[in-house]
Each structure stands twice: as structure tokens, then as C-alpha cells.
């Protein structure tokens, strides 16, 4: 069975919208892990705009799951991981001010400041991830940087599929295959849903964990938090 990390940016930014503690992070993160999900994913930016830095350090106790940390590795977003310890730190190429991800690394240009990074995750016991796009070149790149896992980054599929494309599955498929050639794990987010999740599941050789956020978070509105993740639960097996 695949993972189901979610990602819970948007209850920190419906929090913040009002100021105060509603709804309560901490108690969210919680109930989440009680309904069933195997990780909880927080991915702060610099302006802390949803999750605080604060809100990493308050979370660290509450996760008993994977507790996994997204986010561009400039030094304060490092003193963060190596100060929470996370079972698992997802390095994604954010630029200043980014509404979201949009891209994944160039694994061939940045790879000698990815292995540095990387290495010094790893000595400190924390599994490492990088976000990356279905580029065979992209994921061989990732792999002599040293990370233990990729994460592929969904959007293209997820727009595809809204389109009636299944055939938008294909580069996906693809570098899962030549991920599992090189030994490095699986994980995959950005735009999966209720309706495109199980497709995906199915298709992905090797999948160990999914993050997600948005879609999970805007589907409980209607039915409910407790539901939505055990539907994800049920299509992951």
C-alpha cells in the first residue's frame, strides 16, 4: 500500500486568514493521524505566509507518523530540518514568493549544491527527497546526488487526466521504472485528487507515499476530513 502523507498548508493558511488558533494546527495534525493517514507534510516559505517556522518546531512532538518537511534549503529553512529532525526532508526548488511549485530541480545544474545539502541531511539521520520532473536526465541526476527517494512532480499528469488524457501517465510511468533501476524510492504530489489518484497509483511502479494538500483539504469541506482521508486510504492500496 502507498503512503498517504497530507499536507496541511491550507489549514495554517485558513488559520492565519483570521489571526488566533482556528482551526487549532496542532489538533488538525492530530485527528489527520487518528483517521488513518501514515505522514503529515508541512512545507513553510520564507514570509511564513501559511505554516510558521514555529508551527515545524510545535508539530514535531504531535507527529508520531513521518513527519516530512518540504521546502527550498536556503540556511534558515536547514537550521528548521536539522532542528525538528523530520523522518523525511523533501527539497523543493521554490522561488521567493512562489504561490506554489511549479517545477521541479535541475538535478544537473544545482547537483553539487544538492549532494552538499543532501549529505549533511543524511548525516544528521534524516531521509532525503527531491522534487523533480518525469525527465529521465533529471531523475539520473537526482540519483548521484545521493537522495535516498524523488518526488515526481504530478501537475502535468493532473492537468492531463482533467482532459480525458489518460495517455498523460506515460513519461510517469516511465521514470518509475528507471527510478527503480537506479534503487531510489518514489514519492509523488502536487494536484492529485480523489478523481486522478487511484489512476496514478495504478501506473506507478514502486510508489511508496503521495503528499497531499489542496485537493484533500477542499474535498473534506464537502465530506469531511475524517472520510476524505480513508477514501485516499482505500484507493492508495
Keep these: 500500500m502507498t503512503k498517504l502523507s497530507v499536507n496541511i498548508n491550507k489549514i495554517a493558511t ?6 488566533g488558533n482556528v482551526p487549532d494546527l496542532l489538533q488538525v495534525a492530530k485527528d489527520i493521524q487518528q483517521f488513518g ?10 514570509d511564513e505566509r501559511h505554516i510558521r517556522y514555529q508551527d515545524a518546531r510545535d ?3 504531535i507527529v508520531y507518523t513521518e513527519f516530512n518537511i518540504e ?5 534558515n529553512f536547514i537550521d528548521l530540518v536539522l532542528e525538528c529532525k523530520p523522518e523525511q526532508v523533501t527539497l523543493v526548488p521554490d522561488a521567493i ?18 549532494t552538499e545539502v543532501i549529505a ?25 546526488t545521493g537522495t535516498d527517494r524523488i518526488e515526481l512532480y504530478t501537475e502535468a499528469y493532473a492537468h492531463q487526466y482533467s482532459l480525458g488524457n489518460k495517455a498523460g ?3 510517469y510511468t516511465k521514470a518509475a521504472e528507471f527510478a527503480n533501476e537506479l534503487e531510489l524510492g518514489i514519492n509523488a504530489g502536487h494536484d492529485l485528487s480523489l478523481d486522478n489518484i487511484q489512476f496514478f497509483k495504478q501506473n ?4 511508496l507515499e503521495v503528499s497531499i494538500g489542496h485537493a484533500l483539504i477542499s474535498e473534506a469541506l464537502y465530506l469531511g476530513l475524517d472520510n476524505v482521508v480513508n477514501m485516499y486510504l482505500n484507493k492508495l492500496k
Excluded: C
Excluded at 485558513?14 to 489571526?19: E, I, P, Q, S, V
Design 97 to 114: 514568493g512562489a504561490i506554489t511549485s511549479s517545477a521541479g530541480w535541475d538535478t544537473i545544474k544545482f547537483q553539487d549544491y544538492l
Design 37 to 46: 493517514a501514515q505522514g503529515i507534510t508541512i512545507h513553510p516559505r520564507p
Design 204 to 207: 506507478i511502479p514502486g510508489l
Design 120 to 144: 549533511e541531511f543524511k548525516r544528521n539521520g534524516i531521509r532525503t527527497s527531491i522534487f523533480v520532473d518525469p525527465i529521465l536526465e533529471m531523475i539520473e541526476g537526482a540519483k548521484k
Design 14 to 19: 485558513l488559520r492565519n486568514a483570521r489571526g
Design 169 to 171: 501517465i506515460e513519461p
Design 59 to 61: 508539530l514535531r512532538p
Design 71 to 75: 521546502g527550498n534549503p536556503q540556511h
